[in-house]
């Protein structure tokens, strides 16, 4: 195949595989090293580069599902709290080799949307070389993430727009 066939292929083939679907096998570190790489391709007005990504694996990941989990346990009005979705949150966690948080930094020096745009563009990266990799991925964006910024550290110009899940299928 001519590279003009391989990225059509890829292009073609890249879908969102959820965590249920992911085997318990690990992603190399090398491989993770290039789907993170990858985003540094992407377009940005600039060279901005607004991506900020965070990457949880192990404890880390645990801890990550468990402020989650925490975060929909105290936004949540009790009479909409559902337990199942409590416990699906630390599940979908659980099944992940890999989440990274997504977040833009806004530079001030262009619109906003445009610093959005180019994270946005670096995800795609992510999910095309994840999709040439045979690796499972999706980007979640629950209402949780809007409360993210400090757990993660984040800047006052920055701000959590999702999760990005991988594992092995």
């Known amino acids: ?6 990225l059509k292929n890829i292009i073609e083939t890249r879908r969102s595989t ?3 679907s992911y085997s318990t096998e690990e992603i190399k ?3 993770l090293t290039e789907i993170l ?8 007005h600039k060279r901005t580069k607004p991506w900020r990504l965070k990457v949880f694996r192990d404890e880390e990941k645990k801890q990550l599902g468990e402020k989650l ?4 346990k105290q936004t949540t009005n009790p009479q909409s709290f559902l337990e199942k979705k409590y416990a699906d949150i630390s ?3 659980s099944k992940s080799n890999v989440i990274i948080t997504i977040g833009v930094n806004f530079s001030g020096l262009l619109p906003e949307w445009e610093e959005i745009a180019a994270t946005a563009m670096a995800v795609q990266n992510m999910y095309l ?26 800047d006052k110009n920055q701000k959590c727009i999702g999760l990005f899940y991988l594992g092995k299928v």
């Open 129 to 154: 070389t994840a999709t040439a990799h045979e690796i499972g991925c999706h980007w979640s964006t629950p209402g949780m993430i809007n409360h993210l910024n400090e757990f993660l550290n984040l």
């Open 69 to 72: 989990a925490d975060i929909y």
């Open 91 to 93: 599940d979908k966690v």
């Open 37 to 44: 790489n990858s985003a540094t391709f992407a377009p940005n």
């Open 18 to 20: 959820f965590p249920k």
């Open 1 to 6: 195949m001519d590279k003009a066939e391989v």
């Open 29 to 31: 570190e090398e491989i």
